[in-house]
Every structure is written in C-alpha cells, then in structure tokens.
C-alpha cells in the first residue's frame, strides 16, 4: 500500500475539493483502491457534484439537520461546535475510489471532497492510500 498525507487548507469553505490531488496520486498506478481518510472528529469525505450549487444545498442540510446552537452537551469552541462533532456520523470520515488504469472511475459528476463545518480549525491532513490489485 502506497500512502501519502494531503495538508489541506479549509479556511471557511464547507466543501474542498480534492480531486485534481487523488487523480495525481493515482496516475500511473495501474489497478486497484484508493481510500481517502480524514483523520478528525468534525470533518468528513463525500462524493458530490460542485460547482452546480450541491455545496449550497449541502450547506442549507447540514444547517437544518445539525443547527449551530447551544443545543449540544458537547460545547467547547464556538457555538454550535458540538454539531461539528456529530457531522461523521452523516459524513463518514473515509471513502474508497475504484482506480483502472492509474484513473479514477468516478461517474460524470462526482468529486473527491472534504466536508468541514469547523470553522475553529482550517487546517485539516487527508491521508490517500493506494492498493494495487
């Protein structure tokens, strides 16, 4: 297994997208997997259309389902940082890519992306994993 870690700067975007990196990682690799993990507890890995208004809407979810207020038991940083904490549990931390021929077979519109509604952290590591097979 080939890994390497992506230092990703979030700054207050929702949505990162990381496809041109995972292509680049995969070029020339042949057949296999790539896993994408996020190693936090308040962010996620999705695969979503963007640029099409997906991030708004996605967004406007996320706002209704985990609202920023002083609702939650866990309440350290700023309000509404324990729907942070819940956002894995609806955005899973990791995701895996079927890779032919060093592409990524991702359908049309689909991109690699890093869900982050922490706005008291914008620095975030990525670990992309390759398994050949």
Do not use: K
Request: hydrophobic share 40%; with cysteine.
């Amino acid at each position: 297994m080939e890994t390497i870690e992506l230092d990703v700067r979030t700054g207050d975007r929702l949505v990162t997208d990381l496809t041109a990196e995972a292509e680049s990682f995969c070029r020339r690799r042949g057949d296999g997997l790539l896993h994408v993990f996020a190693p936090h507890a308040t962010a996620g890995l999705a695969l979503i259309e963007t640029g099409s208004g997906s991030e708004a809407d996605l967004a406007e979810l996320l706002a209704r389902l985990l609202p920023r207020d002083d609702r939650y038991r866990h309440r350290h940083g700023a309000t509404g940082h324990g729907a942070d904490h819940l956002l894995p549990a609806l955005v899973s931390p990791s995701l895996s890519v079927p890779v032919q021929a060093g592409e990524l077979l991702l359908g049309t519109w689909q991109r690699v992306v890093l869900v982050d509604t922490n706005a008291d952290n914008p620095h975030r590591t990525v670990r992309l994993s390759f398994l050949p097979g």
